[in-house]
C-alpha cells in the first residue's frame, strides 16, 4: 500500500474505533492514536521526507483533508457522547434525593422569646441593661424597698451566697444600678437575665429568666404604663389579644399591678368548644403573664432622683411563663433538660 | 386567706353571688384563687321529722322509725342509741352519696324495710363525731336543705392577700373592702360582755418594758368556765374555713383571729404564778416549750409573755405548754395584745414557727379595733362555756395608734395615673376606705390652684402611710382596667449616643453566629454540686468557688466555675434519649470568688462548645465520622473570623491547669489568652456516659468582646499581579509541629512571600513521621512575577528548612 492509501485508509479506521466508543475518556484515547503527535497521522506524515519533491505538495494537501475529516469525525462523536451524557444524566436526576446538609443550628426558645419581647422594647426606644446575677441585699431588696423583716420578702424565696449578698431574685436590681448610673432621668432600659429562687416543684424551677423594664423622666403616667405593656402583648401575642389591669403589691411600685392577657387557647372565652373549661386559663379566660406598676417614691429615694419631680413604671415579666404560652409548652423542666429534640424544634 | 360568704354577709348585706363577690375582690387587688363548696356532697341531704320511732321486733339495738321529710314518709330503721320520737334529723334518701363515699340504697335490715339514713356528724363529714345522730334544732323546716337548715358556710372564697393588706386577713377586713367596693353599710354590732365579781385588776396585774415591741397589751379574765364541745354551727363554720375545733375555750380564739383578724391567746390563770404578767425580751440563754412541745431557745429580742417566775408564752407567735388551756380549766385570762411586726417576724423565722398570729402581726393588726375583739371574745367566752366575765379590762397602752396625717394632692394623682379625677369621687372613696378627710384650703402659691385634701387614714390600715398609698386607693377603685392606654414618647438623651456595643448585643451577635454556624444553644443551672466541680477544678479547697448558703438540694450547692459540667450534663440526657451525637453551645456566666468584688463574685460571661459523637445530623452524601479536633478548631477560628479577628493561637496547655482534659490546648489571640479547648478524659466523659470522645471549649465571651471593640478594619487595596503558586512537602521528624514549620518558613528573608499554607497531611503508618505539604505563594507587588523567580524561592525554602529544624524533602 502507498503512502496515500495508508492515509485514506485511516478514515474507515478511525470510523470503525468510533463506532466502538462509549465514553469520552475512549475518545480521548481514540484521538491521540490517530491525532496525537505520536498518533497513526502523524507517523505517516513524518514519511513525507523520503517523498520525491514533486509528491509532497499533493501528499500534504491529502493529508490534511484526511486530517480534517479525522477531526470532524472525532468531534463529531464527542457531541454525540457529550449529549448523551447528558441525556443520562436528567434521565437519572433525582430531585428528592437529600441534599449535603450544613448543620442546622438553633436557638434556645428562651432566648427566642426573649430577644422577640426586647426588640419590641427596643423599638419603643428602650435600652438594653444587665447587671450581675450575684446581688447585694441593697441593690435585690433593700433600694427596692423591701425593708429587712419584712414579710414582702416571704414573697421570694432566697438563695443566700454570703451575709448580705443573694443570687437575685429578680431582675429588678438592673432598675436600680440603671437609675444610678445615668444619674438622671430620662431612663428607659429593658434588662434581661437569669434569676433565682429557692423554689422548685412543677411550677417552679430554682433558676429562670425574668425581664425588667423601666420608664423614668420628668412625667410619666399609668396610662402610658398601660399603652406600653397593650403594645408588648399585642406585638406578642396578637393584635386581637385583650389585656386586663389588676390592682396587686409589689413593695416597688405603688400603685403596682398584675396584668393578664385574654387566653391564648380559648381566646378569652373560658371554656372550650364543647362546653368543657380551658385547660390554660383554667376557665378564667385570663392569664397572668406580668407585674407592673408605677415607681414607688422610696426607690427613687434611694437612687436620689426627686419623687416630686420624676415619676416612673417598671414592669417584670417570666420568659419561661410567656415561651409556655407561645409555643404551647406544657412542662417547664423540659427548658432545662436540653433535649435535642425539644431545642431543634425551635429555631 | 379562706373566705365564708355567709360569714361576711353577717357584717355587709352582700346580695350577689360568690363569683360576684371574687370578681368585685379580685379588680381590687384581693385576687380570688378559686371557690371551694366544702358541704356540697350535702346538698341532697334533708330535714325528716321523726313521726314514730319503735324497737325493732328483731335487734335490741335498732330503731325502726316513721320519718317525714316534707313530701314522702319514710321507713328507716336506725342503729343509734340516741334517736328519738319528735326529734328533726339530717336523713339522706335511697340514692344519696354521703361524703365519705357511702351510697344509700333500700335495703331490708332483719325484716324490717329500710328506705333512707338517718346520719351523724361523722357520716356528714361534719366531725369525727360517731357518737350517734345530728340532732337538730327543733325549728328547723321539714324537708329543708341541710345546708340550709345549719346555716352551713357552704361556698368559700379563698383570697389571695398580698402582703401589704394584713387587715384583710380576716372576714371583717373583707367586708369592709366588699362596703367601700359595693358602696354598702358595714354592720358591726356594739358588745359589751357582761360584767360579774370582783374587779379583774384584783386578781392580776400587767407590766409592759417596751412599748416600742408591745403598744397595747390587754386582757380579761372569765372566771368558772367549762371547756365544751362548741355548738356545731361554729364548728362546722371553723371546719369550712380549714381551723379545727378543739373547745369551747380555744374556740373562741379561733373564731375571733378568723372573723376580726386579731391573734387572741387564753392562758389557764391558775397557772400564772404571782398574780402578774410581764411582757418583755427573753432572758439569755432561756428556754421555753412551746403549745407544740418544741423546746424553744430564746434570745433577748424574743417578746415573751412571763408570770413572777419564767416565761409562759411567746408573745404574739405562741403559748407556753404550761399555761395551756386545758379540761381542767376554771379560770381564764384572755390576751389581746399588739406586737411590733418585725420583731414577731425575726423570731417567728428564726424559730421556723409560722403561727395563724405570727403571720397576721407581721402584716399589721388593727390597735384600734383590739378592744372591741377583747370584748366580743369575751363575751363568747362566757356565754359557751358557762363562765363570767371580771369587770374591767386590765390595759398597758403605752403607745396609742396615731392616725398619720396625710396630703393628697388632687393635681398629683391626675399626673401620676394619667386620668382626671372628680373631687367627689377622690374624698368619697377614701372616706369609704375609712379615712377621715377634710379639703385643704387652695394653695395661692400655685397659678391654677389644685384640690387637695387632708387625710387621716384608719387604724385596720397601717399601709397608708404616703400620698402615693392614698393614689393608689383612688386607682384601684376607680379601676385600673378604666385608664386609657397612651403609648409613650420616650426621649433618648443624647449623652447617650455613641456608646459602645452593649454586652448583650454583643452575647446575641454570638448566639446568631453560633446558630447561623449550626450549633444548638443549650441553659444550664448556674449551681452544680460541690462533688461534680472536683472533677474540674484542681483547686478544691482553693477560695474560688462561691457556695449557696442554704441551697435545696446537695446537687445545687455551689455556682459554676466553667461551663463544662452543664454542657457534659446536657449530652449525658441526649445520649439517654439515644442522640447519636452533639454540638452544643451555651452563653453564660462563671462565678468565681472575689474578695474585692461587693457582691463576693466576679462574673465573667463565657462561651462554652461540646462537640461528640456524629459530626453530621444526615449521612448520605455526607460521608458519617466522629467529631474531632478539627471540628472544634475549625469552628473556634470561625467564631474569631467572624468578629475580624485574627486566627487563634492554640498551644499545648498546662495539664496541671485542666485535669479533666487530655488533649489540653490553650486559645489565645496575639498575647491575650481567650480560653482553653480540649478533649474530655474518657474517664470523665465515662461518668457522663459519652463512649465517643467528647471536645469542649470554653471562651471569655468579656475578653472577645474588648477583643472586638478594639478593632479598626481598614481596606487592603487588591494585589494588581497574578501570584506563582509552588507546593512542597517535607517529611517531619515526630514532634514537629505545623506551628514549627510555618514559623520557620515566615521567617525566611523571602520578600516575595506572600502566603503559605496547608493543602496536605498524610501519616504513613509505622513511622511515627508525617508528610506536610504546604502551597507557597509568591507575588510581586510592581510587576509580573517570572516562574524561575517562585522557583528559586521555592528552592531557598527547600534547602533552608531541613537545616533549621527536623524535617526533610
Known sequence: MDLTSSLESLIPALEASLRQTASLDELDEIQVAFLGRKGSLARLMGCLPELPAAERPAFGRIANTVKERLTALVEERRRHLVEEREQSYLARFDPSLPGRAPWQGTLHPITLVMEEICDVFQAMGFEVASGPEVETDFYNFEALNFPPDHPARDMQDTLFVAEGVVLRTHTSPIQIRAMLERARPPVAVIAPGKVYRRDSDLTHTPMFHQIEGLLVDTRVTFAELRGTLTMFARQVFGSDVAVRFRPSFFPFTEPSVEVDISCILCAGEGQNADGSACRVCKGTGWLEILGAGMVDPNVFSAVGYDPESCSGFAFGLGVERVAMLKYGITDLRMFFENDLRFLTQFA | ?809
Open chain 2, 1 to 809: 386567706m379562706l373566705l365564708s360568704l355567709n360569714w361576711l354577709r353577717e357584717f355587709v348585706p352582700f346580695e350577689g353571688t360568690a363569683e360576684d363577690l371574687g370578681g368585685r375582690l379580685t379588680m381590687a387587688g384581693l385576687e380570688l384563687d378559686g371557690i371551694a363548696r366544702p358541704f356540697a356532697a350535702l346538698a341532697p341531704v334533708v330535714v325528716g321529722f321523726v313521726a314514730r320511732c319503735g324497737r325493732h321486733p328483731q335487734a335490741d339495738h335498732l330503731s325502726v322509725c316513721r320519718v317525714d321529710v316534707g313530701d314522702e314518709a319514710l321507713d328507716i330503721v336506725c342503729g343509734a342509741p340516741n334517736v328519738a320520737e319528735g326529734q328533726k334529723v339530717a336523713v339522706a334518701r335511697v340514692g344519696v352519696t354521703l361524703p365519705n363515699g357511702m351510697q344509700i340504697r333500700k335495703a331490708t335490715l332483719r325484716g324490717a324495710p329500710s328506705e333512707g339514713m338517718i346520719c351523724s356528724e361523722a357520716e356528714l363529714g361534719l366531725s369525727s363525731d360517731h357518737e350517734g345522730i345530728l340532732v337538730l334544732d327543733p325549728s328547723a323546716g321539714i324537708g329543708a336543705r341541710l345546708p340550709d337548715a345549719l346555716k352551713l358556710d357552704d361556698e368559700i372564697l379563698d383570697i389571695a392577700v398580698t402582703p401589704n393588706r394584713g387587715d384583710c386577713l380576716s372576714v371583717l377586713g373583707l367586708a369592709r373592702e366588699t362596703a367601700a367596693l359595693c358602696r354598702l353599710p358595714l354592720n358591726l354590732p356594739r358588745i359589751r360582755p357582761e360584767e360579774t365579781g370582783s374587779p379583774a385588776e384584783l386578781s392580776l396585774s400587767l407590766e409592759v418594758a417596751d412599748a416600742a415591741l408591745c403598744p397595747l397589751y390587754q386582757g380579761r379574765i372569765i372566771e368558772n368556765v367549762v371547756a365544751r364541745k362548741s355548738p356545731a354551727q361554729l364548728r362546722f363554720r371553723l371546719q369550712a374555713v380549714g381551723v379545727r375545733a378543739i373547745s369551747s375555750l380555744v374556740d373562741v380564739t379561733n373564731y375571733i383571729l378568723m372573723e376580726l383578724g386579731q391573734p387572741l391567746h387564753a392562758f389557764d390563770l391558775d397557772r400564772v404564778r404571782g398574780g402578774r404578767i410581764i411582757v418583755r425580751g427573753a432572758d439569755p440563754g432561756e428556754v421555753l416549750v412551746t403549745l407544740d412541745g418544741q423546746k424553744r431557745e430564746l434570745l433577748p429580742s424574743d417578746i415573751t409573755i412571763r408570770d413572777t417566775l419564767a416565761s409562759v408564752g411567746l408573745g404574739g407567735i405562741m403559748g407556753g405548754l404550761d399555761s395551756e388551756i386545758t379540761a381542767e380549766t376554771r379560770r381564764v385570762f384572755l390576751e389581746c395584745a399588739i406586737f411590733h411586726p418585725s420583731s414577731i417576724r425575726r423570731t417567728a423565722r428564726r424559730l421556723s414557727l409560722n403561727s395563724d398570729a405570727a403571720y397576721r402581726f407581721e402584716r399589721g393588726v388593727d390597735q384600734t379595733g383590739a378592744a372591741y375583739a377583747l370584748d366580743k371574745a369575751a363575751a363568747m367566752m362566757a356565754s359557751l362555756s358557762g363562765g363570767s366575765v371580771r369587770p374591767g379590762v386590765l390595759r398597758v397602752e403605752l403607745r396609742p395608734w396615731k392616725a398619720p396625717l396625710l396630703t393628697l394632692r388632687k393635681r398629683k394623682a391626675e399626673d401620676l395615673l394619667g386620668v382626671s379625677l372628680d373631687d367627689a369621687f377622690c374624698a368619697g372613696t377614701l372616706t369609704r376606705l375609712g379615712c377621715a378627710v377634710a379639703a385643704l384650703p387652695a394653695d395661692g402659691g400655685e397659678p391654677e390652684p389644685g384640690t387637695a385634701w387632708e387625710v387621716a387614714p384608719p387604724g385596720h390600715r397601717p399601709d397608708l402611710t404616703r400620698e402615693a398609698d392614698l393614689i393608689e386607693e383612688l386607682a384601684r377603685v376607680y379601676g385600673l382596667d378604666r385608664i386609657e392606654p397612651v403609648v409613650p414618647s420616650i426621649v433618648r438623651p443624647l449623652s447617650r449616643a455613641g456608646s459602645p456595643e452593649s454586652a448583650h448585643h454583643f452575647r446575641i451577635r454570638v448566639k446568631q453566629w453560633a446558630k447561623g454556624l449550626g450549633l444548638n444553644e443549650t441553659i444550664n443551672y448556674s449551681f452544680v454540686s460541690h462533688r461534680e466541680l472536683d472533677v474540674f477544678d484542681p483547686l478544691a479547697d482553693a477560695p474560688g468557688r462561691i457556695s449557696i448558703l442554704n441551697p435545696l438540694t446537695d446537687e445545687q450547692n455551689v455556682l459554676r466555675t466553667l461551663l463544662a459540667p452543664g454542657l457534659l450534663s446536657a449530652l449525658r440526657n441526649n445520649l439517654a434519649q439515644g442522640s447519636p451525637g452533639a454540638r452544643f453551645f451555651e452563653i453564660a456566666t462563671a462565678f468565681t470568688a472575689d474578695a474585692a468584688s461587693v457582691t463576693t463574685a466576679r462574673e465573667e460571661q463565657r462561651l462554652g462548645l461540646l462537640f461528640s459523637g456524629a459530626r453530621f445530623d444526615a449521612d448520605w452524601p455526607q460521608v458519617q465520622a466522629d467529631a474531632d479536633f478539627q471540628d472544634l478548631a475549625g469552628v473556634l477560628q470561625h467564631l474569631l473570623r467572624a468578629f475580624s479577628l485574627p486566627a487563634a493561637d492554640l498551644r499545648p496547655a498546662d495539664p496541671a491547669a485542666y485535669p479533666w482534659l487530655a488533649p489540653a490546648v490553650t486559645i489565645h489571640v496575639g498575647d491575650t489568652p481567650l480560653g482553653f479547648l480540649g478533649r474530655v478524659k474518657p474517664a470523665t466523659a465515662d461518668s457522663y456516659h459519652a463512649r465517643k470522645p467528647v471536645w469542649l471549649a470554653e471562651c471569655n465571651l468579656d475578653t472577645l468582646h474588648g477583643l472586638y471593640l478594639a478593632v479598626r478594619t481598614a481596606f487592603t487595596p487588591l494585589p494588581v499581579f497574578p501570584p506563582i503558586r509552588r507546593d512542597i512537602t517535607f517529611i517531619c521528624a515526630p514532634g514537629i509541629t505545623h506551628a514549627r514549620i510555618l514559623e520557620a518558613i515566615t521567617a525566611l528573608p523571602l520578600p516575595l512571600l506572600a502566603d503559605v499554607r496547608l493543602i496536605d497531611c498524610f501519616e504513613p503508618q509505622g513511622t511515627g513521621e508525617r508528610h506536610l505539604t504546604y502551597r507557597l505563594t509568591f507575588r510581586h507587588p510592581e510587576r509580573t512575577l517570572k516562574d524561575a523567580e517562585a522557583d528559586k524561592q521555592r528552592d531557598a525554602v527547600a534547602s533552608a528548612l531541613p537545616g533549621i529544624i527536623a524535617v526533610r524533602l
